[in-house]
């Protein structure tokens, strides 16, 4: 069945990197897209970015040249990185599987990873 | 970037009927789509395209709408449908969702 896993840590310094994967299963990276969504603790839902099945890249211009989205689909993995992190990037970071037939929405989510900025 | 407007809470009784709007700053055609969440889960896709159900979600639910004011339907509402709901377009780059609406139980 379809799935998807975030792994990543838990606790990030302030101005440091962060690196989330997104594992998938049960469908193929060239076939669906997979992008990114945070949800800031009590907030709601933002759309980060994708990477598309086609391997293109598409970001969410808020987060300017700060984050990058890649893949690996030979280990059906896509990648966010995101550098410069600030308190207000503590949020809970999903990845989601965007499908295209008939209109473009996110049919599957992973259980996300609760990311916390620290000073 | 477009916004979606949705109240902030809401609060029914068990077999009611409930409607959660969802006003778009700019027109998103039929490419509005709704999602369940409930705490510490991740979203679920309940309506697809406006009006489309995903696979699985009771027929309890039901979507409308088209342009920038768009609506979830709960009939009837069940203990279990206590959750957020939140809209997202997917017309306009980039996407963009809603903040949510709470909806409770009395």
């Known amino acids: 069945q379809v799935q998807l896993k975030e792994t990543g840590p838990d606790l990030v310094q302030l101005t440091q990197t962060l690196s989330i994967t997104c594992t998938v299963s049960?469908?193929?990276?060239?076939?669906?897209?997979v992008h990114w969504v945070r949800q800031p603790p009590g907030k709601g839902l933002e759309w980060m970015g994708a990477?598309?099945?086609?391997?293109?890249?598409d970001y969410n211009s808020a987060f300017k040249s700060r984050l990058s989205i890649s893949r690996d689909t030979s280990k059906s993995q896509v990648f966010l990185k995101m550098n410069s992190l600030q308190t207000d990037d503590t949020a809970k970071y999903f990845c989601?599987?965007?499908?295209?037939?008939?209109?473009?929405?996110?049919?599957?989510w992973g259980q996300g990873v609760m990311v916390t900025v620290s000073s | 970037d477009t916004v979606l407007t949705q109240s902030p809470a809401l609060a029914v009784s068990p077999g009611e009927r409930v409607s959660i709007s969802c006003r778009a700053s700019?027109?998103?055609?039929?490419?509005m789509h709704w999602y369940q969440q409930k705490p510490g889960q991740q979203p679920k896709l309940l309506i697809y395209?406006?009006?489309n159900l995903a696979s699985g979600v009771p027929a309890r639910f039901s979507g409308s709408g088209s342009g920038t004011d768009f609506t979830l339907t709960i009939d009837p509402v069940e203990a279990d449908d206590t959750a957020t709901y939140f809209c997202?377009?997917?017309?306009?780059?980039?996407?963009?969702f809603g903040a949510g609406t709470k909806l409770e139980l009395k």
């Open positions: 989601a599987r965007l499908t295209n037939y008939g209109g473009y929405y996110f049919d599957y």
């Open positions: 049960g469908f193929s990276l060239t076939t669906y897209n």
């Open positions: 990477m598309w099945n086609g391997g293109g890249t």
């Open positions: 700019e027109g998103v055609n039929s490419y």
């Open positions: 395209k406006a009006s």
């Open positions: 997202q377009q997917s017309w306009n780059d980039p996407y963009t």
